[in-house]
């Protein structure tokens, strides 16, 4: 099958370059890559696990262009045009992803969230950022050029939220740096949560909407849990991953070994991987700031 994309059809986004290929033959591609790189037959790889071709997305990040009357949430414009594209229903997005955008305009317009301009460098909203966790909470992050605007935000949050119950997590990120940077390192939240909850197969865990996660949350669950199988065929003494984020892999696992270390360099992230072992008692896992390379 190939998806049929209207936005692809009609130039507004290219983004999805293999788009004309079949899957199963996208699919092909991969394995025969894979194969060379590691130097095996076919035969020995695992089956390959696929996606749906719609609504796998969990998590999409937009740019705002436009104007206070008439915001774009999409992608930016094409060549010297400073005129965005809006993407308001990508088929790839989790379906609650589109949904909560027609909900964010109006939001927009409400808070007075000017949106940012590129050339000059003036207004406030530069993009958004939205995701769904595998047990149906989202969270939603405004980027922002400056704290101008935070009161606003606040002030039109409780509506918001309410008719918003699956958006756990609200928050702005200060990014006041005008280059292709896409977010900063501040984040001010506006809800009491600042976390969404997200299964690793049977393991519950916290995501924070700083972290690393991974797209695609059903095959990433199924990529826990065959590493997971491996490393219980191995049943080693002691474990180690390796840039651990906030620690996916270590903790679908940490049944399967007897001592674990994650290595991380993001202090926080590290300080979330902790906290969720804790919660979980998995005393033999412990993760530390450390720069892994």
């Not at 065929?233 to 991953?241: I, Q, Y």
Request: hydrophobic letters at 35%; aromatic letters at 8%; glycine letters at 6%.
């Amino acid at each position: 099958m190939k998806l049929d994309c209207s936005y692809y059809n009609q130039r507004i986004c290219r983004s999805c370059t293999k788009i004309e290929t079949e899957y199963a033959e996208q699919i092909r591609h991969k394995e025969q890559a894979l194969t060379k790189l590691l130097g095996v037959s076919p035969d020995s790889l695992s089956p390959t696990v696929t996606s749906a071709l719609e609504g796998f997305r969990s998590k999409a990040k937009f740019v705002v262009t436009g104007s206070l009357e008439e915001p774009l949430i999409g992608l930016t414009g094409l060549g010297d045009l400073d005129l965005g594209r809006e993407i308001l229903n990508c088929p790839l997005h989790d379906q609650r992803i589109n949904s909560l955008l027609s909900s964010i305009k109006p939001f927009i317009q409400e808070a007075r969230l000017n949106p940012y301009e590129i050339k000059s460098k003036k207004g406030e909203l530069k993009g958004l950022i939205i995701y769904v966790s595998s047990t149906s909470e989202l969270y939603l992050r405004f980027i922002l050029r400056s704290k101008e605007s935070l009161d606003r935000i606040k002030k039109n949050s409780a509506h918001f939220l309410q008719n918003h119950p699956d958006v756990k997590v609200m928050s702005a990120n200060i990014q006041p740096i005008p280059h292709a940077i896409l977010e900063g390192e501040e984040e001010i939240f506006f809800t009491s949560e600042e976390s969404v909850t997200h299964a690793f197969g049977p393991i519950l865990s916290k995501v924070h909407p700083q972290g690393f996660v991974q797209t695609n949350n059903k095959v990433a669950e199924k990529l826990y849990l065959r590493a997971s199988e491996w490393i219980k065929e191995m049943s080693p003494e002691r474990f180690c991953e390796l840039f651990s984020g906030q620690g996916a892999f270590s903790l679908t696992a940490s049944a399967y070994f007897s001592q674990g270390l994650g290595v991380e360099i993001n202090p926080e992230a590290v300080a979330r991987a902790n906290r969720s072992a804790h919660e979980k008692n998995m005393t033999n896992l412990r993760f530390i700031p450390k720069d892994a390379s």
